[in-house]
């Protein structure tokens, strides 16, 4: 089966895979490298006292992914409204003479 | 292999030797080697390769095999024939859809028992959302939708479970199942190992159905995509499927 891609299907693939990964991934590095805690939750010690807290808030990590999934959220929204892809095809056929 | 593609495969080879002359020796060998290493041979499914491959041949050379098959979209297509249509994938498709379902719905149906459609811990749940990536829609949805998401949480948890499990209107219902994860995984907030936790990875789970089109295997949605009513509208297949 073969797909075609537009342009909006790649900026979507892009966008929201970039978001995602950079999320989860990338700012998961970030974390590790900077030092405990090596996850997106504060440490504590047995008192229940905060003595580590994260490098990068995961307010802004957990915001990157739900801009990725908004983005393939528009993306879907999209898909809905706009002429399906064979229906486009067929009306830009071209006839042309022999 | 059927003849066409025997075909390219020795049209690729022809070609290889009338380059020998202008590579390394180590390619003199490679290409001797293309004939008798079957999978040369069986590589030739995917023609169109983008990029030269190389691979080592242990104890002997490095064999460049460009026209050799590898498939991006399905690597193990060679191997397997995972395919979307292949009848392993549609097995454990409609497998981990139904599994899927039924984590839901159990969720729901439970709530449903024990609460009816007046679950307080829902509202209550959204209230405590603060300071989140979602800044105050959780908290304004617990305070002024109250009474909504009392009856939907359980009837919605079931509804979605229920559409998976028997496969209708599974991206509709992957989509709800998507906004359920993503407020279970910002509100649980359990990122003590990582962002990556068993509620991100239900969120994927149900963005595997959306992507897949799961319901098209073994689901109700097989049958409901070839009604007319969704022949003369397209565009359903995308909530369903």
Known sequence: MQQHTTVIDKAAMALSGGLML??????GIVEILTGKPYSAAPLTNDAGEVIATPMVDPTLRTGL???G???LALYGGYRLVAPMQNETAAAQQEITAD | ????NLTVAREGLASRRSDKKSQPNGWRHAISLIVPFSGAEMGFHSVGTPAPLYVIVPGISIC???QMSYQAANPLADEFELD????WTAYWLAFLRVVTGWWFFHAGVT?????????TYGPAYLKQMTGTALGPIPVLMGEHLGWLIQAMVPLGETLIGLGLMVGALVRLASVFGVFFMALFWIGNAEFGHGLVNSDFMGLLLFMTMIVLATGRYYGLDAIIEKTKLVKRHPKLRYLLG
């Open chain 1, 22 to 27: 950079l999320g989860v991934v990338v700012l």
């Open chain 2, 64 to 66: 460049e095999v460009t």
């Open chain 1, 65 to 67: 992914v739900l801009a």
């Open chain 2, 111 to 119: 709530k449903l028992i024990e609460d009816g459609l007046a679950y």
């Open chain 2, 84 to 87: 979307l249509g292949g009848a």
């Open chain 1, 69 to 71: 999934l908004l983005v």
């Open chain 2, 1 to 4: 292999m059927d003849g066409l």
